[in-house]
């Protein structure tokens, strides 16, 4: 979870205040409005259709710009709209109903339910955003947030819901018959003022400043900082793509990735003295830079595929020529098959360019043969996956772990959140090629899934390099039809054969993968075995610049 997100009891508050004041200004207005119809189905409705309306209206209004917080001004527009309403339906109230004509009914119809409803309307898309900061980047820190699984949408829809039935029934059973509905709208428009006064957590992501900025070949590039509100340490952050990849405390550059923290855990609990580390994917070399300070025997090499990341992290993420650390430039399947065999103690895998999906040659069994080849003898391996293990994209994760489980016997599962999350969350794959060291039960603050709890899908695969595709009798006679061909056509070519479409050689072995065959080429995406890495060693003093901002040593 995001460690700046509001409090949960605040988000609540705020939620159940919005439905609270839309509650009791559409009971005590159209107490006063549908009065003078003598409570007619036709006003009603039309009562009804008003308030639907401004508040869709809102909604749709308040969307742009609500992904940077709540911005305390449309607390105060809401406030006011609902001291209009007051004061006009204290006035409405002394004329007495029966006189208004029908332009005054229509005129108070839109001042005391069409505006409030529109200006209330405005903050839901914002709290929306606000409570997403609690869920969002399952990568984040966890805290005691919410992971039922209901969602934010259903989370904000169940409480502004229960907000407007709790300020429709206390308006309808307490206030009203006691009080006129102008004061009690007055009062609901003071407490929804108190957030402007008290905007606790609404605009802690306006502190936001863009140290950094710029576009290369691989993708834009942008390091921002953020400064919260109290005593809340500034948070540094990458972002690759528009995409948050990497965050660390700018005074301490303790990681605020959840995922981070925990693999730092475990390696800590696996690792020896002086080891080899093997990182696939740099981004803002938090991990690396964390271990070389807590072991200064450590061999470190890092793969980053774009080397302005690598700078960007030298000048603003507190790397520095005393770690020691190794950047490789290039693909990071390209890079792990040029290096030699049982170069490294522990491999650490995090690619991604801020699709939240990992690139398909990472996934392959023959890529993670190619990482066990890595290994030495009583190496491991772990691996960031950000995926959905119940729900839409199941499929893709549990492939993955089975891909992954297939070359590595002792593979481990750990869990950010729970198990059936519906949302995208970071797991960690774990695995060792020996029986030594003995894998951690946890890792960090990540649950483990043991393997016999796996959940057995029926269209789970095994992601290879090349996969053999079997064409259906239909879509080969669909297929000749299309072409202008016939059967009898291909039956005076040797080179097919008509019960299986394979000629009868050793194109294809007898498990149903291609062999060697100068006809059958491996999937394009595969990197090529004679792609030699560019290595970069860490740069001078003179070449790394430094932050100006200064930083302390890690915790």
């Known amino acids: 979870m995001h460690p700046d997100r509001p409090k949960p009891r605040f988000a609540a508050l705020r939620a159940a205040l919005v439905g609270l004041a839309l509650g009791v200004d559409l009971f005590a207005a159209g107490s006063l409005l549908l009065a003078a119809g003598a409570g007619s189905t036709?006003?009603?409705?039309?009562?009804?259709?008003?308030?639907?309306?401004?508040?869709?209206?809102?909604?749709?209004?308040?969307?742009?710009?609500?992904?940077?917080g709540t911005p305390v001004w449309r607390w105060l527009i809401a406030a006011v709209s609902l001291g209009v309403a007051a004061a006009f339906g204290t006035a409405w109230g002394v004329d007495g109903a029966a006189g208004h004509t029908a332009p005054a009914r229509a005129l108070g119809l839109l001042v005391m339910v069409g505006v409030p409803a529109y200006a209330l309307g405005m903050l839901v898309p914002a709290l929306a955003a606000w409570e997403q900061r609690a869920d969002e980047g399952d990568d984040r820190l966890p805290d005691d947030g919410d992971d039922s699984g209901f969602g934010v949408a259903g989370s904000l829809a169940l409480r502004l819901v229960l907000g407007l039935a709790a300020g429709s029934a206390?308006?309808?059973?307490?206030?009203?018959?006691?009080?006129?509905?102008?004061?009690?709208?007055?009062?609901?428009?003071?407490?929804?003022?108190?957030?402007?006064?008290?905007?606790?957590?609404?605009?802690?992501?306006?502190?936001?400043?863009?140290?950094?900025?710029?576009?290369?070949?691989?993708?834009?590039?942008?390091?921002?900082?953020?400064?919260?509100?109290?005593?809340?340490?500034?948070e540094r952050r990458l972002y690759l793509n528009d995409e948050i990849e990497s965050g660390e405390l700018v005074r301490t550059g303790a990681p605020t990735f959840g995922y981070i923290a925990a693999a730092e855990k475990w390696?800590?609990?696996?690792?020896?003295?002086?080891?080899?580390?093997?990182?696939?994917?740099?981004?803002?070399?938090?991990?690396?830079?964390?271990?070389?300070?807590?072991?200064?025997?450590?061999?470190?090499?890092?793969?980053?595929?774009?080397?302005?990341?690598?700078?960007?992290?030298?000048?603003?993420?507190?790397?520095?020529?005393?770690?020691?650390?190794?950047?490789?430039?290039?693909?990071?399947?390209?890079?792990?098959?040029?290096?030699?065999?049982?170069?490294?103690?522990?491999?650490?895998?995090?690619?991604?360019?801020?699709?939240?999906?990992?690139?398909?040659?990472?996934?392959?069994?023959?890529?993670?043969?190619?990482?066990?080849?890595?290994?030495?003898?009583?190496?491991?391996?772990l691996v960031n996956v950000i995926g959905v293990a119940d729900g839409e994209g199941d499929l893709r994760f549990w492939s993955t772990v089975r891909t992954f489980a297939e070359v590595f016997a002792d593979a481990r599962l750990y869990a950010h959140l729970s198990r059936d999350y519906p949302d995208r969350q970071n797991f960690l794959l774990a695995a060792g090629i020996d029986a030594l060291p003995r894998l951690p039960t946890r890792a960090g603050l990540f649950d483990p899934w043991p393997r016999p709890e796996w959940p057995a899908l029926h269209?789970?695969?095994?992601?290879?390099?090349?996969?053999?595709?079997?064409?259906?009798?239909?879509?080969?006679?669909?297929?000749?039809?299309?072409?202008?061909?016939?059967?009898?056509?291909?039956?005076?070519?040797?080179?097919?054969?008509?019960?299986?479409?394979?000629?009868?050689?050793?194109?294809?072995?007898?498990?149903?993968r291609f062999a060697d065959d100068d006809r059958v080429h491996d999937d394009p995406r595969a990197p090529s075995d004679h792609t030699a890495p560019r290595i970069q060693h860490p740069v001078s003093s003179d070449e790394a610049p430094r932050d100006h901002h200064g930083r302390a040593g890690a915790d």
């Open 459 to 512: 269209d789970v695969v095994t992601f290879r390099d090349s996969t053999l595709v079997a064409i259906s009798d239909d879509a080969h006679d669909a297929g000749l039809e299309a072409a202008g061909l016939d059967d009898d056509a291909l039956d005076e070519d040797d080179s097919i054969d008509d019960d299986d479409g394979f000629d009868d050689d050793d194109s294809v072995d007898g498990d149903g």
């Open 170 to 234: 206390l308006c309808g059973l307490v206030l009203v018959p006691r009080f006129p509905p102008g004061p009690v709208l007055a009062v609901v428009a003071v407490l929804v003022s108190l957030p402007f006064y008290f905007p606790r957590g609404e605009e802690e992501g306006a502190g936001e400043t863009t140290l950094f900025e710029t576009e290369t070949a691989f993708g834009s590039i942008r390091v921002a900082e953020i400064a919260f509100a109290a005593k809340r340490h500034p």
């Open 42 to 68: 036709s006003a009603a409705a039309g009562l009804a259709a008003t308030f639907l309306v401004s508040l869709a209206a809102g909604g749709w209004a308040g969307a742009p710009g609500a992904r940077t």
């Open 267 to 381: 390696l800590g609990e696996v690792a020896r003295r002086g080891d080899a580390f093997l990182f696939l994917g740099g981004g803002a070399y938090t991990l690396p830079r964390r271990i070389a300070e807590r072991d200064e025997t450590a061999r470190i090499a890092v793969v980053e595929l774009d080397p302005a990341v690598t700078r960007a992290a030298y000048r603003w993420f507190g790397l520095r020529t005393e770690h020691r650390v190794a950047s490789l430039h290039g693909d990071a399947r390209s890079v792990a098959q040029a290096l030699p065999p049982e170069s490294f103690d522990r491999v650490f895998v995090d690619v991604y360019d801020g699709s939240e999906s990992m690139p398909y040659s990472l996934v392959t069994r023959e890529a993670w043969e190619c990482v066990r080849r890595l290994l030495r003898p009583g190496g491991t391996v």
